[in-house]
């Protein structure tokens, strides 16, 4: 019913940037963004539905949520990149409700690798 397809991962320097993208087909109340780093459980980033956003402390301040609905994209950009973001993202889509919570959610993309080295 949903579909999710994430890009824009890569190798950075501490301190840079990235844009992850995450294209969407079907019907989607919540959309959020998650990582998983090894030896870790999987984090919650941001998320976003149709009047507001939740976030994680641990990013708050340097990453954004976005949506343009006009290209059925969902967008984490990433700013001051540390070594301790290094983690495989996936965009997730929810049909009912909105949370951090990774179990709530139906649908999941393949996942883009994120690297930050010193």
């Known amino acids: 019913q949903v579909q999710l397809v994430e890009s824009g991962g890569g190798s950075v320097q501490a301190g840079g940037s990235l844009r992850l993208s995450c294209v969407v087909s079907?019907?989607?109340?919540?959309m959020g963004w998650f990582r998983h780093a090894p030896g870790k459980e999987r984090e919650g980033v941001e998320a976003?539905?149709?009047?507001?956003?939740f976030y994680a402390d641990s990013v708050k301040g340097r990453f954004t949520i976005s949506q343009d609905n006009a290209k059925n994209t969902l967008y984490l950009q990433m700013n001051s990149l540390k070594p301790e973001d290094t983690a495989m993202y996936y965009c997730a889509a929810d049909q009912r409700r909105c949370s951090l919570t990774a179990y709530n959610y139906d649908y999941w993309g393949q996942g883009t690798q994120v690297t930050v080295s010193s």
């Open positions: 976003i539905d149709t009047v507001g956003g």
């Open positions: 079907g019907y989607t109340y919540c």
